[in-house]
């Protein structure tokens, strides 16, 4: 419980550090800005927004090998981005698994569980393969343009791994014990467990069309989001680029693994203004039109996520309570299985 708390206190201060960074300069700009945007735009992008969830949403039905309806990955997958974005410590990724569970036939949590683990292997290859792109795009010298691309083949080669892992889980075990040998740290039980559901993941992956498929989700859904971002921009900006919203998408990506109060708040806007800065579509990352503009990417897509969620919920025949309760017995079953494996080993 300790920990929970301190990190639900960590992510307090470094929303509110971000927060104050943001609005340090010019809040009375911001307003204008916000006064003055063109709200026109907000309707294209939700519903692009709403055709990147569905993309995700095929992306983890063909990792879950087609066991569930398009239907249910549909709204399961929202109603775990919903929990995420208002809840704290990522709690919609149990309740995805606990929803999966509970359907006809059921997909069981670990397998749900470990297929995240492969949607966010996945997505952050996409990552890098976006940020390897905005670099080669930037007007810069050589070396980040080199840079760029090696990030791109790296995505390439980790998804070519990926592939191989599938085919040959045994090779990863092998690697993993080798390597366990050496880094003490590595015995660790909670590992070894990542590592099982990890490989589980990827398990329908083994089939050349598996992986052709998630990919060409993956890559669909980040075009999507790339493509929500650039419609917003006209929003604030007169003349938005394809690279500035490429580099937004892919430094707010990052936030997700950063401390913060649910929804990302402070952090999400922080990453969105350096991004535009990064690409030159502003001058200074705290400018008043790129924080305006962060701001409302943050409640366009809250508004997405929460909508989208609780159409979820109710297509899912679940409420609120139920879920989040579920999800609070699969998190104290998960932390009593790892205390248990501890004492084991001590």
């Not at 971002?229 to 950063?258: C, E, H, K, N, R």
Request: hydrophobic share 60%.
């Amino acid at each position: 419980m300790s920990k929970r708390w301190s990190s639900v206190a960590l992510g307090i201060v470094i929303s509110l550090v971000a927060l104050w960074y943001l609005f340090r300069r010019d809040l009375s700009g911001v307003r204008d800005e916000l006064r003055h945007a063109e709200y026109w735009t907000v309707l294209p992008c939700v519903a692009l927004s709403y055709v990147a969830l569905w993309l995700r949403s095929l992306r983890w039905r063909v990792l879950l090998g087609y066991r569930i309806a398009p239907s249910h990955s549909f709204h399961i997958l929202n109603v775990s981005y919903f929990l995420n974005g208002v809840l704290p410590l990522r709690v919609g990724e149990l309740v995805r698994a606990a929803l999966t569970a509970r359907l006809d036939p059921p997909v069981s949590v670990v397998t749900a569980l470990s297929t995240i683990v492969v949607e966010r292997l996945l997505d952050t290859l996409a990552v890098f393969a976006l940020v390897g792109l905005v670099l080669v795009m930037l007007p810069t010298g050589l070396e980040i343009g080199y840079l760029g691309m090696a990030l791109g083949i790296g995505a390439a080669i980790g998804v070519i791994v990926l592939a191989v892992v599938a085919v040959r889980p045994a090779w990863a075990y092998a690697l993993f014990d080798g390597a366990a040998r050496w880094i003490p740290a590595l015995r660790r039980p909670a590992l070894r467990r990542w590592l099982d559901g990890a490989l589980a993941g990827v398990r329908p992956l083994a089939s050349a069309r598996a992986i052709a498929l998630a990919v060409w989700w993956t890559a669909a859904g980040w075009a999507v989001s790339v493509m929500t971002g650039y419609v917003l921009l006209y929003a604030i900006f007169d003349a938005p680029t394809w690279t500035a919203s490429m580099a937004m998408v892919a430094l707010a990506s990052f936030v997700i693994a950063v401390p913060a109060v649910p929804g990302n708040l402070g952090p999400f806007e922080a990453a969105v203004v350096f991004g535009l800065a990064s690409a030159g579509l502003v001058a200074e990352p705290t400018d008043a039109p790129a924080v305006a503009f962060a701001l409302l990417l943050h409640v366009v897509n809250l508004f997405t996520y929460i909508s989208a969620g609780l159409v979820g919920l109710w297509a899912e025949g679940v409420s609120l309570g139920e879920v989040t309760r579920v999800a609070g017995a699969l998190r104290a079953r998960q932390q009593t299985a790892e205390g248990e494996a501890l004492t084991e080993k001590a």
